[in-house]
């Protein structure tokens, strides 16, 4: 086993406004990189085994932290590598007369988990026992170069939740990868098998109706069961349908401790939510990943 260091300590800081919920965001791929001296890759499912929350000051009622991840589905691992591979041919395309290759040692592919995740001033950082915070290197975030709608270039971020930021062609911020997903993918159609005509008014299926069973059967069979049981053209993850990370952990402090269970975050990505009874009362977080064979932690490819 490579020896890793596989415990990440935060502190969160709750609103200033006492039962108030905030959101801050941890990246695990950044935060191994960065205390480990070797690149992470977000492009898998890292591995949480427990998570630790520590306060010295709220009370045991009316405090509430949650985690969240990207969902866990074949849309989302269909929605990312759909992503990944129009980085990867943008790149080739663009290099394909160069001598060598110029591609950066550290390159790979990173996303933001959502628009609020890009936007947002709650991105928690790793820190020791003295609350002195990591020294961090360079992390960027996969940006996109579009001429679409624009006779120069329209670069743009990239998610995986949530609709596009931005306002169209030309002038996009951020892409959500799982609502161009659904853009873009042939879907099923409603009324599955589509019966012309009504079925059950069929003369020759009616010369052995008796009575009106026949009927009522047949009526059941057209009309019962012959839609999806999903939304046909909202995938789960795009606007207006879950468009948030779905909680993985929720729970409460008592006696200022709590501790949930393991969970996988697809591109090591979690968003906590948490609510304080005291003003900006600080949460000390202790996530440990589980071991593993990706440089020491357990992190599967997506």
């Not at 960065?34 to 405090?63: A, D, P």
């Not at 591609?103 to 790793?126: C, E, G, T």
């Not at 961090?136 to 120069?152: A, F, M, Q, R």
Request: with cysteine.
């Amino acid at each position: 086993m490579i020896p890793a260091v596989r415990y990440l300590r935060y502190d969160l800081v709750n609103s200033a406004t006492p039962g108030t919920e905030t959101s801050h965001f941890i990246d695990l791929a950044r935060d191994l990189s960065i205390l480990n001296r070797r690149l992470m890759r977000q492009g898998r499912t890292y591995h949480v085994k427990r998570v630790t929350v520590v306060s010295k000051n709220t009370q045991n009622f009316g405090n509430r932290i949650s985690f969240s991840t990207i969902p866990d589905s074949w849309v989302s691992h269909g929605a990312w590598g759909r992503g990944m591979k129009t980085w990867q041919l943008m790149n080739k395309e663009a290099t394909q007369n160069l001598t060598n290759d110029i591609s950066a040692k550290w390159q790979d592919f990173k996303v933001y988990m959502s628009n609020d995740h890009r936007a947002s001033s709650n991105i928690l950082r790793p820190i020791d026992n003295g609350g002195i915070v990591a020294a961090n290197g360079e992390w960027t975030y996969t940006i996109l170069v579009s001429p679409d709608g624009t006779t120069g270039a329209d670069p743009f971020g990239l998610h995986m939740l949530g609709d596009h930021a931005g306002t169209g062609p030309g002038a996009w911020t951020s892409i959500g990868l799982i609502q161009s997903y659904g853009n873009s993918r042939a879907t099923v159609d409603n009324d599955q098998p589509n019966v012309p005509g009504t079925a059950s008014d069929d003369p020759l299926l009616n010369v052995f109706d008796y009575g009106t069973t026949v009927d009522e059967v047949i009526d059941r069979l057209e009309t019962e069961n012959d839609n999806p049981p999903y939304d046909a053209s909202l995938y789960p993850g795009a606007a207006g349908n879950m468009a948030k990370p779905l909680v993985v952990q929720d729970t409460t402090l008592v006696d200022g401790k709590a501790t949930v269970g393991g969970f996988g975050a697809l591109c090591g990505l979690i968003e906590v939510e948490s609510t304080a009874t005291e003003a900006a009362d600080v949460y000390s977080i202790l996530v440990e990943l589980a071991p593993g064979s990706y440089r020491g932690v357990k992190a599967d490819v997506i």
